[in-house]
């Protein structure tokens, strides 16, 4: 099992839709998760922390399952501007190190 | 306003040559790290310094070196450049141990011919 893995998509979805990605992570000792977001041929920028209970900021959704190893990223009303490709990240096993999922694309259409 | 730097933003070379990426941070963070991104793979984790004098190998560590003589930078070396190094490479700070925010450079496209 890959450390960590998404859908690479890609999720091709109109303004205003709801879409959810989905991430898994093999090492049960990670402690902090993270969601990055990328655009074409630019640097990776982080989008969002995600917590135990659950986080929102504005139209982004973030929750965590330990218990499944799952990671979930929920985005609401979407903006032309939120096509980009969005990185799962996870902690390492001794917490030194980030892990990057390979991405899940989004293009939002008009 | 701080930030994170990488020279050259392009760069060609030949298999066999010896090439050093530079990456400069003005955020005084102690933790630097140097990542690959490919298609198919994600960014790997190339080498990482917390500290001056202090570096450590990464998941794809081989066929690169890395130097940390001060807080502001640390070069990427790749000894011998191969075909296979052909890739974006990013640099990447935090201020705390690997587990926080990582702030990126703009990237450096390398091809090896």
């Known amino acids: 099992r890959k450390e960590v893995e998404q859908d690479p998509g890609p999720f091709n979805v109109p303004e205003g839709a709801t879409v959810a990605f989905n991430c898994t992570y093999s090492?049960?000792?990670?402690?902090?998760f993270f969601w990055y977001r990328q655009d074409c041929r630019k640097e990776p920028k982080l989008l969002m922390s995600?917590?135990?209970s659950g986080n929102e900021d504005g139209r982004f959704t973030a929750q965590l399952n330990r218990a499944s190893q799952y990671i979930s990223l929920l985005i609401r009303d979407s903006k032309l501007s939120d096509s980009a490709t969005y990185l799962c990240?996870?902690?390492?096993?001794?917490?030194?190190?980030?892990?990057f999922g390979k991405g899940t694309t989004l293009s939002v259409s008009s | 306003d701080a930030e994170i730097t990488q020279s050259p933003r392009h760069k060609i070379t030949e298999t066999g040559r010896q090439v050093t990426l530079a990456c400069h941070q003005t955020?005084?963070?102690?933790?630097m790290f140097w990542y690959r991104q490919d298609l198919g793979h994600g960014l790997r984790l190339i080498h990482y310094?917390?500290?001056?004098?202090?570096?450590n190998k990464g998941e794809v560590s081989d066929g690169y070196s890395v130097s940390r003589s001060n807080t502001e930078d640390l070069p990427l070396t790749l000894e011998s450049a191969a075909s296979s190094q052909t890739s974006v490479y990013f640099c990447?700070?935090?201020?705390?141990?690997?587990?926080?925010?990582?702030?990126f450079g703009p990237g450096t496209r390398l091809t090896v011919t």
């Open positions: 990447a700070s935090s201020d705390a141990a690997g587990a926080n925010e990582q702030y």
């Open positions: 090492n049960s000792a990670s402690q902090s």
């Open positions: 995600v917590y135990s």
């Open positions: 990240v996870v902690t390492n096993q001794a917490g030194t190190a980030l892990i």
């Open positions: 955020w005084n963070h102690n933790n």
């Open positions: 310094s917390y500290g001056v004098q202090d570096t």
